[in-house]
């Protein structure tokens, strides 16, 4: 099948600040495609420039086989994108928006009736029909915006950072909806900056400062990870986390209550000795061993820097 | 062609239900008009009568009381204060006692007959130009006595066509129907776009096939409709409170209104693709709205103006509306007699309209 966006050599600039930088990616039909990164890191702008509403300043994009900028308006039918704040109005209720919104996307009459109906079951909004979408909670917005995106069926829709004002629930609830779509064939383009939700893309790029830091299989992502990574437990993980900062050969240190994960450098033989050696040549007692990869070791270890996901 | 009429309801639709819901602007629909005649009506009222005025007689003679009697008569002014001197009234006018003092001197009566030398003084507080207007109203008085020797007192016989009462209100109501629809107008369609700018729709909007033609189109509807029930508000005040008269045909009033209406709308429209908040919107249309009320010949004469501020006031939809309303309304012209000034505003329509569109960019850089 082919890929259902193709962007090469994608770079934007806002003046001096260089937002997206030479990003290269190929992104699969009827999969969940995650970009992963902190804020800053091009998420937003990269999804701008897919959907039109930003030009590239260098570059081009590929989507559903017309050239994104050029092609902006044949576009628009067949996408649908949900942005990162609420942006249907919040004076209208759910019924009114929905219908609004199909009758912009040409949907009207009885069709319209059955679109929005539908959309409202399966979205599970029937409760909250007439209510206006400035008195629902983040995650009953959310659901009335990814309800709102979808309604005129597109192939591909573009999710910025759906779940930031959401709780777990509404989250878990909201992914299983989007593995619906992905099962009815849409492709989905998600940012995120959570962990937990990358992990449940198909496939992912790990964005930073503007590049693809690393792509690919989450799970692959963490195997193959370029790092040793152990695990430390001690009675006094501050003085420890204090001892391992200052070794050349450690990547980064992450408390975890009494734990530290560690990354270390991959080229390093015998990873534990060195580790154990460091702290036992501290006086401190530590029990030392390798562990799985999570995500958020991937992103330290591609971007050598650890994830930020505050503000 | 069909889903693009679809598109232009669902916007005004939408548009519609939003405005139900906005108590401040639904407010707005009726009260400025009310707010606005009631004030503009009563308050403005170039016809000044009875002011309060000073006189010092010095002479004391038959004629000066006669000429004191006269200037009275005239019901222009009215004599609050007898003074002794000429200084007494003009500390009295300082403090703001009165706004016009008379002094006759001694040998008022002699002077009478002096052609060199004036007779009387009228002293005026000038800080108030429609008072400047009134003094001359009095030095235009003649004399108290009958002289022989003069011609006729009158050289012209004045004839006022369609105001003939001399009521500011039949001057004022017709022409304020422009002024409250570029008030209203200009400032509902100024936020439109602004509006959902700050609010994060116009993002989600811009990534669906509607075009900005059919957005502006659909935002612009519902105003149409508000603009022509102020009229009727006006129209139908003016009528009950002051008896404004009206001479032309109805049909041509609410033509002239409609084309008036869209030119305010398409210039709100243009200021609100070029503010950046709505605060913003807001300043531009103050600064639309004051030179619109100041040269468009609502408050002051259109010939009276320098010829710059003509040349502005050109440029300002609501100078050819108060040209077709008055027309209409106070001269029984019909809309056919009064072509350049409709054309003018379509002319503004069609420009600010396109102008308005090649601003607004579906695009967010």
Redesign the interface.
């Known amino acids: 099948m082919a890929p259902a966006v193709q962007i090469r050599g994608l770079t934007r600039r806002f003046g001096p600040v260089i937002a997206v930088d030479h990003v290269d990616l190929e992104i699969p039909a009827a999969r969940i495609f995650g970009f992963l990164g902190p804020n800053g890191s091009g998420k937003s702008t990269t999804f701008?420039m897919l959907?039109?509403?930003?030009?590239p300043t260098e570059g081009s994009v590929q989507v559903l086989g017309h050239d994104a900028t050029q092609e902006?308006?044949a576009l628009?039918?067949r996408?649908g994108?949900m942005?990162q704040?609420?942006?249907?109005?919040?004076?209208?209720s759910t019924e009114?928006n929905l219908?609004?919104?199909a009758?912009?996307?040409?949907i009207?009459g009885r069709q319209r009736r059955e679109r929005v109906e539908s959309a409202v079951q399966e979205f599970r909004l029937t409760r909250l029909r007439s209510q206006r979408a400035g008195t629902m909670s983040g995650g009953q917005r959310q659901r009335l915006a990814l309800a709102a995106a979808t309604l005129h069926r597109p192939e591909l829709l573009l999710l910025d950072e759906p779940t930031s004002a959401v709780d777990p629930q509404s989250r878990r609830e909201f992914w299983e909806s989007l593995f619906d779509l992905v099962e009815a064939g849409t492709t989905i383009l998600v940012s995120t900056h959570y962990m937990d939700e990358a992990e449940r893309c198909h496939r992912l790029a790990i964005l930073d400062r503007g590049r693809v830091a690393a792509e690919g299989v989450p799970k692959d992502l963490m195997r193959d990870i370029d790092a040793a990574v152990l695990e430390v437990t001690c009675d006094h993980p501050r003085a420890a986390q204090h001892v391992l900062n200052q070794v050349g050969e450690v990547r980064s240190v992450t408390q975890l209550g009494a734990r530290l994960h560690i990354l270390v450098d991959p080229a390093t033989p015998e990873p534990e000795r060195l580790v154990r050696t460091r702290l036992d040549a501290a006086d401190l007692q530590a029990s030392v061993e390798a562990t799985d990869a999570s995500l958020e070791d991937v992103f330290v270890a591609a971007t050598r820097r650890p994830l930020e996901t505050a503000s | 062609m069909m889903?693009s009429l679809?598109?232009i309801?669902?916007?005004t639709?939408?548009e519609v239900?939003?405005l139900r819901?906005?108590r401040l602007t639904l407010g707005m629909v009726v009260g400025v008009p009310l707010m606005q005649i009631l004030l503009f009506g009563y308050a403005i009222n170039m016809d000044v009568r009875n002011l309060r005025a000073g006189v010092a007689d010095q002479a004391v003679s038959a004629t000066s009381r006669q000429f004191v009697r006269d200037i009275e008569a005239t019901q222009v002014v009215r004599f609050t204060e007898q003074m002794n001197s000429a200084e007494e009234l003009m500390d009295s006018l300082r403090r703001g006692e009165i706004t016009i003092g008379v002094f006759l001197p001694r040998d008022f009566d002699r002077r009478l007959n002096d052609p060199t030398r004036p007779a009387a003084q009228l002293m005026v507080d000038g800080s108030d130009p429609s008072i400047l207007n009134v003094a001359r109203q009095i030095l235009r008085m003649p004399p108290p006595r009958r002289q022989p020797a003069q011609p006729s007192a009158q050289l012209f016989e004045l004839r006022n066509f369609y105001n003939p009462e001399r009521r500011s209100a039949v001057q004022i109501v017709p022409a304020l129907i422009g002024v409250i629809l570029t008030m209203t107008m200009v400032l509902f369609t100024s936020v439109a776009i602004v509006r959902e700018r700050e609010?994060?729709?116009?993002?989600?909007?811009?990534?669906?096939?509607?075009s900005t033609v059919e957005l502006m189109l659909g935002k612009l509807m519902p105003y149409v409709l508000i603009g022509l029930l102020q009229v009727t508000i006006v129209l139908l005040v003016g009528r009950w409170l002051f008896d404004m008269p009206f001479r032309g045909r109805i049909v041509d009033l609410y033509l002239a209104a409609l084309a008036f209406i869209a030119a305010s709308l398409t210039l709100g429209l243009l200021i609100s693709t070029l503010a950046k908040t709505q605060f913003q919107a807001m300043q531009m249309t103050i600064f639309i709205l004051l030179p619109s009320i100041l040269l468009s010949g609502f408050m002051f004469p259109f010939d009276g103006m320098p010829v710059v501020a003509q040349n502005i006031a050109e440029f300002l939809p609501l100078t050819h509306f108060v040209r077709l309303v008055r027309g209409i309304v106070l001269r029984g012209a019909g809309i056919g007699e009064l072509m350049p000034a409709v054309w003018a505003l379509m002319v503004f329509f069609t420009v600010a309209l396109s102008l308005a569109v090649l601003r607004f960019r579906?695009?967010?850089?």
């Open positions: 701008r959907c039109g509403l930003l030009r902006a308006e628009r039918r996408i994108y942005t704040r609420f942006s249907l109005y919040e004076d209208l009114e219908a609004f919104i009758e912009i996307y040409g009207s | 889903r679809l598109r309801r669902a916007i639709v939408k239900r939003q819901r906005d609010r994060g729709n116009l993002e989600l909007l811009i990534t669906t096939p509607v579906k695009r967010l850089d």
